[in-house]
């Protein structure tokens, strides 16, 4: 027993260091919700975050509005801020201070390489060339929708169908999509159109499985168990003779090359080749750029259409202002911008089930002090309350219910303001971040989600079917897309159906 004393003296000195150096660190001074900020019982606590992620954050907006709480997660302290003057200064700070970019590398740069995650110039092609080229891209978008919409939504006469909403849109979304980003034939390959789909699911899943685990195993598994890293390697080969045929194009044509495609993977390979990047790096750069369209633009068009299912007196305003505007205008940017009942009920999905619960998702790369004092450490996670915001009475009259037409009759008070567009950010919408790092790709997402919604609207009705009324759930800070199926019946067309 005696051997035992210097043993038990150790432990008692590292236990009490460890617990000064926890009562000295600057974090303890931060509010803590939904735990003790004890290490061994916030790691506990962060286990469970899966479970009530959304609850977390309501509690601590309304306890700690206007300032910072911080909540565990299984391998860190997420610091959490709301209030207008927090948002604005967060999204004010530089990135090489606080960074977007390096809160999203350390899963990425494992899967894509490290090369497409530090340089992310693809972002920047999406903000200039593809926001740019919307009204010119959208014939193809819209003919590719046209085709791929009947293949997958096969109805037969006045028949009902029962259609799986998540998995199709996510498909017919994927066609649209690469008949823009890749460009005739090979926006019509399955193989390559399953593997952008698989991409998106596969990433998503790999966050989930691999953040429970301590950050010292992470790389490893990422490496050796990541899906979404061996479907983007299986995508390689699909798109070698498409790059192939460009690279040398390239070097025969140069500058003269007339018939040059105007897509997102020529755009790519403009700043790729010179730069001597692999083929790999620049199947990472497409399949990241494809996730990020498809994701987004399949969970608001699958939740629009149980919506509309589940609440048919929706449906014929909608209908009746795509109707109007297609025969005024076509199938064009032009028409898709004045459909503001439209812009509202997607805006107001966006508000109400806010996709991800957080926003501004940065990397403290220094110790961060902010304006109320609060010092932020460096290597944290910060975030904005982003559903509490959009949740909140004191912001949004009868915040709690789900009003289709509360934004465009905001418009309509304002004169037609352009503050309460689908893809307009403030510091009380933050579905798609704000400020100069807000989503680059919300304008052409915007677009894909009105053309093939009012495609739907007209040309095919909708009712709920054996799986019933969605229930929304979350997962953590993330919701989860409704799952089940929906009835569908071609409709009798009208001169306005057909593209």
């Known amino acids: 027993m005696l051997d035992l004393i210097p043993v038990l003296w150790a432990l008692a000195v590292i236990a009490f260091v460890s617990i000064i150096r926890w009562r000295l660190n600057p974090i303890h001074a931060i509010p803590t919700v939904g735990s003790s900020s004890i290490p061994i019982f916030s790691y ?27 909540i565990a997660l299984p391998d860190q302290w997420c610091f959490v801020v709301s209030g207008p003057g927090l948002v604005e200064e967060v999204r004010n700070w530089r990135d090489d201070e606080l960074s977007l970019s390096e809160s999203v590398a350390f899963h990425l740069e494992r899967i894509m390489g490290a090369r497409a995650v530090r340089e992310p110039y693809h972002v920047a092609l999406v ?36 259609i799986q909403v ?22 019509r390959n399955q193989e390559y159109l399953d593997y952008t789909t698989s991409f998106t699911i596969d990433l998503v899943n790999d966050r989930t499985a691999f953040q429970d685990l301590p950050w010292i195993f992470q790389p490893i598994a990422v490496r050796l168990f990541s899906n979404a890293r061996t479907t983007l390697c299986r995508s390689v080969p699909i798109l070698k003779p ?52 498809i994701n987004t633009t399949s969970t608001v068009i699958t939740i629009a259409l149980f919506l509309l299912a589940q609440n048919p007196e929706f449906l014929e305003p909608l209908r009746t202002e795509i109707e109007s505007l297609i025969e005024e205008e076509g199938w064009t940017k032009a028409s898709f911008s004045k459909m503001s009942k439209v812009d509202s009920f997607l805006r107001e999905i966006m508000r109400h089930w806010n996709f991800a619960t957080v926003s501004l998702m940065r990397k403290a790369l220094k110790d961060i002090k902010l304006r109320d004092g609060t010092v932020i450490p460096r290597g944290a996670s910060i ?53 100069r790092q807000a989503c680059p790709g919300r304008f052409f997402a915007a677009n894909v989600i ?50």
């Open 44 to 70: 506990l606590a962060g286990r469970r975050i899966v479970q009530n992620g959304r609850q977390l954050l309501q509690e601590g907006y309304k306890k700690h509005y206007g300032s910072v709480f911080k």
């Open 127 to 162: 903000k200039s060339e593809l926001t740019h080229s919307i009204g010119a891209i959208l014939p193809d978008l819209i003919d590719e929708i046209s085709l791929a919409v009947p293949e997958n939504i096969n109805t037969k006469d006045s028949d009902w169908v029962s």
């Open 166 to 187: 998540l998995t199709t849109v996510q498909k017919i979304v994927a066609r649209a999509s690469s008949r823009v980003f890749v460009g005739l034939p090979a926006c």
């Open 242 to 293: 498409v790059i192939d045929e460009r690279k040398a194009m390239m070097a025969e044509k140069g500058d003269a090359w007339q018939d040059k495609p105007d897509d997102l993977l020529q755009w790519i390979m403009d700043v790729a080749v010179p730069a001597g990047e692999t083929d790999l790096d620049i199947a990472g750069r497409l399949m990241f750029t494809n996730f990020s369209s």
């Open 383 to 435: 975030v904005v309350a982003a559903d509490a915001t959009h949740n909140d009475s004191a912001i949004y009259d009868n915040a709690d219910q789900f009003d289709p037409f509360r934004f465009s009759r905001m418009r309509e008070a304002e004169g037609g303001s352009t503050q309460h567009q689908f893809v307009h950010t403030s510091a009380n919408y933050l579905s798609f971040g704000h400020g």
């Open 450 to 499: 009105k053309s093939l919604l009012s495609y739907l609207l007209l040309n095919y009705d909708i009712k709920l079917g054996g799986d019933g009324p969605w229930t929304p759930s979350y997962y953590g800070f993330t919701l989860v897309p409704p799952p089940g199926s929906l009835l569908f019946r071609r409709r009798k067309s009208s001169a306005h159906c057909d593209i």
